[in-house]
């Protein structure tokens, strides 16, 4: 208490001195060195101070309000002590010590925070460790045998760019799915009869996604943003009862193509810049930055490469041989996702769609994100990933994460097998996806009054109610997909 209040006596007289010189003062960068010294407890009091100011402007106001929000993001996303992680490492580590442990947090291995004078670490640290540390997996247990899945991806490759060849087309093999997507409020988070509006993730209209069609949800729709909507949601309310959870669903059918661009580098040209349906694929953007460090490494990686099918294959085989998959942080708490990843050389998918994303458009290659579910036979997740526009044969998925996958953590395949794997994302895609979004950090139809859960993507669905955002840690998701017989 005593800390507190000295913080909040020294805000207060630096504010009275700014007024008096004329000068403004800047809440946010007191606050950002708070929070780097982890004095979490002093960062949100000194944005509360300067809350109290009744003329802050409105943008102001919500934007420090977000980050006061921020800081519990963090928080919940660091939650293990020391002693946590030791005790759930040992679980999954063959015979680890306390010292090979203490060695590990020296050398930096587990993502962690300095949260009010004590070390906190990241949820996933348990899963990180062996994806950063693929030595470790003969410890591992139980042992996880990957090698089947590998093999079906490749074997999933293989028929659609036979198809694609044969019919001399990129869409190919279409699948029908049938999917029930649920979004679980835990009881009480809200009182009794507050109503809780809900978004859901739904299928926007691709050249390889198409016939939507919606079936059933739990209460009537109120609103079903367009086919062509960067983020696609289908928009429901609900009151609250108390003492039983508030669940959301939607069922719903659709259809999904195999992709496979056959793409010779020599009939490729340069995109017009100025067109008004590329431009904003080129430019900077939300944790799209052309950085120096992002310019230096864009340099490293090209040289003196000219050719745009090649610059963007070279920037995506660099990713497959120097990144790392990690699930990640909250993006909402990342100032740069792009650069996040690429100082770190770790990411989880989204991280490096928007590093490939990042360094295609530094190089004048129009990308953007596209993201929704993997629903892949034992791989159901959210999954994120990126088109390029390559002219003549505009938008083409790149899925930077399979290159990863493919060149890192594909077992039992030869490395002809994994090469193909990787090559074949760089235009193709499976049909295992259900994509929802063209774009990142774009508005919800109609728009949420309070924060977005995840500012950049949209797959989990988006709750709030009486002007409060339901965060992560009060509800549950699910998306459920059956392939049908007949496309």
């Known amino acids: 208490m005593v800390m507190k209040c000295s913080i909040l006596a020294w805000a207060c007289a630096v504010a009275v001195v700014g007024r008096a010189l004329g ?54 996303d660091f939650p293990f002590t020391r002693e946590t992680l030791f005790s759930n490492l040992q ?18 291995r587990f993502d962690s925070r300095l949260i009010e004078g004590e070390l906190r670490f990241m949820s996933s640290s348990v899963a990180n460790l062996f994806f950063r540390y693929p030595e470790l997996d003969p410890r591992r247990q139980p042992p996880r045998n990957t090698a089947p899945l590998a093999r079906q991806r490749w074997e999933t490759c293989i028929a659609i760019r036979n198809a694609a060849h044969a019919e001399k087309q990129p869409y ?8 029930t997507m649920a979004v679980t409020v835990q009881a009480d988070t809200v009182p009794a009869a507050d109503v809780i ?24 729709v109120r609103h079903l943003a367009d086919e062509s909507s ?18 959301f669903t939607a069922e719903y059918d659709y259809t999904a193509y195999g992709v496979c661009f056959d793409l010779n580098p020599a009939s490729i040209h340069d995109c017009d810049p100025q067109d008004p349906s590329l431009s904003p694929f080129l430019k900077e953007s939300p944790h799209v930055a052309f950085t120096p460090e992002m310019r230096a490494l864009s340099q490293e990686i090209l040289g003196a490469e000219c050719n745009p099918t090649l610059k963007a294959k070279k920037c995506f085989d660099w990713i497959a041989d120097h990144i790392q998959y990690s699930y990640a942080v909250e993006y909402s708490t990342i100032r740069n996702i792009s650069d996040y990843c690429r100082s770190r050389r770790y990411g989880d ?44 044969y505009g938008w083409i998925p790149v899925d930077p994460y399979m290159g990863i996958f493919a060149m890192r953590y594909a077992a039992g395949l030869s490395m002809d097998q994994r090469t193909l794997i990787r090559d074949f994302h760089f235009g193709g895609l499976d049909q295992y996806r259900m994509v929802a979004n063209s ?36 509800y549950s998701y699910s998306l459920k997909i059956n392939e049908l017989s007949a496309p």
């Open 172 to 179: 190919v093999l279409p699948k029908r799915f049938h999917a």
């Open 230 to 247: 960067p983020i696609r949601s289908l928009y429901l309310e609900q009151p609250a009862q108390k003492g039983k959870p508030c669940v």
């Open 349 to 392: 998918c989204g991280q490096e769609a928007l590093l490939f994303i990042t360094l295609c458009r530094l190089n004048g290659i129009p990308a953007r994100w596209q993201s929704g579910w993997n629903t892949f036979p034992g791989e159901n997740t959210i999954h994120d990933w990126s088109e390029i526009y390559l002219a003549p």
């Open 439 to 474: 774009d990142h950090n774009q508005t919800l139809d109609p728009p949420k009054q309070t924060f977005r859960s995840d500012t950049v993507d949209f797959q989990r669905g988006e709750l709030e109610a009486a002007g409060r955002n339901i965060y992560f840690d009060r």
């Open 23 to 76: 000068a403004q003062p800047d809440p946010t960068s007191d606050m950002n060195s708070l929070e780097l010294q982890g004095r979490f407890i002093d960062a949100a009091a000194s944005i509360d101070l300067t809350l109290r100011d009744a003329h802050l402007p409105p943008e102001e106001r919500a934007r420090l309000e977000f980050e006061r929000d921020r800081l519990m993001r963090i928080r919940l």
């Open 91 to 108: 679980a999954v580590v063959r015979g680890l010590t306390r010292q090979e442990f203490e060695r590990w947090v020296s050398e930096a």
């Open 197 to 220: 509006r809900a978004w859901l993730p739904i299928p926007r209209r691709y050249p390889f996604q198409q016939r939507f069609e919606l079936l059933s949800t739990s209460s009537p």
